[in-house]
């Protein structure tokens, strides 16, 4: 057809078995007539071909998108960069592992100062998580994942009288609230509910929220490792609530994302669970697509969502450009679609459930009833996720997170299940600080 051009959407080696160096990147291959883009999941390739490479946008030149698995990506892109062959012109960046790439922006990536002008309608922990340690932007982020809590809302009626959000809200606005209503819960007894109703399925899934709520990074200004007081001072710290939570048992005692902590989703598991700790995304990608038990059951429309008791975030994905691509303008531009576009970033939103990084967008879909969403009962969540995205603190945000947030998590669970080696909160922080430093991370550990 006439006009018509070429996308080509390549499935990674390791999902095909396809020989490597497929690309020509940022080497020089493409000659300048060949945008190439790495994402990690199909969803992200979708989105070029519905609502960029099209018709009538009339690029005037070929786009080529690789999926790229998330455990691949990593590795794919450092061994291309050692190699400085067969890079990518943009590549999306998965927040939970973006910033070592932010931080050696200046080697490895475009500065994208030039857009700074459009970062007004961001929501400024994306900003902060995209700037380099130079001051430079790095990166745009085209969507939002701020944390919510996910309830029952048949649950809630029994335990609290009422399923509205503003009123369930009041009972795990901060988590002293969260244990006196994870006490309540346990309490109920009815005929459905005999044992009473858990709060969480796993007690280590608010360490997501802990580590994404603090008001200080894992690495101070001098390098050295640090410790918010909100992980480990007082009775509603991290280490404590943990404990709480376990000594009681107020929750499914499960691992979080295994069999069992799915089971609860559906109300397969012999525990009743009134709700889950996730991101914007994980209310379909989790809740949504484990809500059907075997038995043909399902949980479809007795859900809801608040912010809970602390605000977080967990992923995101982040678009950068590959430094010396000779596709740069065309780079930029697909860059700036990506975070500004109001049809592809309002309509993208409602036909997935996403929240997207531009807030005049998506505060229009607050009074938009076809925003609402029948997984959650007909409630609009993206008020919600407003409220819950405006509270976030991007400058806590350092390439160790992942890494750390794990580690200490490791150290909690140890604490509140009473480990010798973690008998205090103290002794479980010299082990966790001894883990840090054996891991031969470049910080300071005193």
Not at 251 to 268: C, R
Not at 403 to 428: L, P
Request: charged share 25%; aromatic share 12%.
């Amino acid at each position: 057809m006439k006009g018509k051009r070429l996308l080509t959407v390549a499935l990674s080696a390791a999902l095909i078995g396809t020989t490597a160096g497929m690309l020509a990147g940022c080497d020089g291959g493409s000659k300048g007539t060949e945008l190439v883009y790495w994402c990690f999941d199909a969803d992200m390739a979708k989105q070029v071909t519905d609502y960029y490479d099209t018709e009538e946008r009339a690029l005037g030149y070929d786009i080529k998108v690789e999926v790229v698995p998330l455990d691949n990506m990593l590795t794919r892109l450092d061994n291309a960069f050692r190699s400085g062959k067969n890079l990518p012109d943009v590549v999306a960046l998965e927040a939970e592992t973006f910033k070592k790439y932010i931080d050696d922006g200046a080697n490895l990536l475009e500065n994208l100062d030039d857009l700074k002008g459009l970062t007004s309608e961001m929501y400024s922990y994306t900003v902060d998580g995209a700037t380099g340690e130079d001051g430079h932007l790095y990166a745009l982020a085209t969507n939002v994942t701020p944390g919510i809590f996910a309830y029952r809302r048949s649950m809630a009626k029994e335990a609290f009288g009422t399923d509205d959000p503003a009123e369930i809200q009041k009972h795990f606005d901060s988590w002293e609230h969260f244990l006196e209503s994870a006490k309540t819960l346990s309490e109920v007894r009815t005929e459905e509910y005999p044992d009473g109703i858990k709060v969480i399925s796993s007690y280590m899934d608010i360490g997501k929220v802990f580590c994404g709520s603090r008001s200080e990074g894992w690495v101070d200004a001098s390098g050295n490792l640090a410790i918010d007081a909100t992980l480990t001072d007082g009775d509603y710290s991290m280490m404590e609530v943990a404990k709480q939570l376990h000594v009681n048992g107020y929750t499914g005692e499960q691992t979080s994302g295994d069999g069992g902590w799915y089971a609860g989703i559906s109300d397969s598991d012999d525990d009743k669970i009134f709700g889950y700790f996730q991101a914007t995304w994980g209310i379909n990608t989790n809740l949504q697509n484990n809500c059907e038990s075997s038995s043909g059951g399902s949980t479809a429309g007795d859900w809801a969502i608040i912010e809970g008791p602390a605000p977080y975030f967990e992923g995101g994905t982040y678009h950068a450009v590959i430094k010396g691509t000779d596709m740069l303008e065309e780079a930029k531009d697909f860059v700036e679609f990506f975070s500004t576009d109001k049809g592809y970033l309002t309509n993208w939103a409602k036909e997935h459930g996403d929240f997207m990084n531009h807030r005049s967008y998506m505060e229009e879909l607050v009074s938009d009833t076809t925003a609402n969403n029948a997984f959650l009962g007909g409630q609009n969540p993206y008020s919600a996720f407003i409220a819950a995205a405006d509270k976030i603190n991007g400058e806590i945000i350092t390439r160790y997170d992942s890494e750390i947030n794990g580690y200490f998590e490791a150290w909690a669970t140890n604490y509140a299940e009473g480990k010798t080696e973690a008998a205090t909160i103290d002794a479980a922080v010299e082990q966790f600080k001894a883990m840090v430093a054996a891991a031969g991370l470049n910080i300071n550990v005193n």
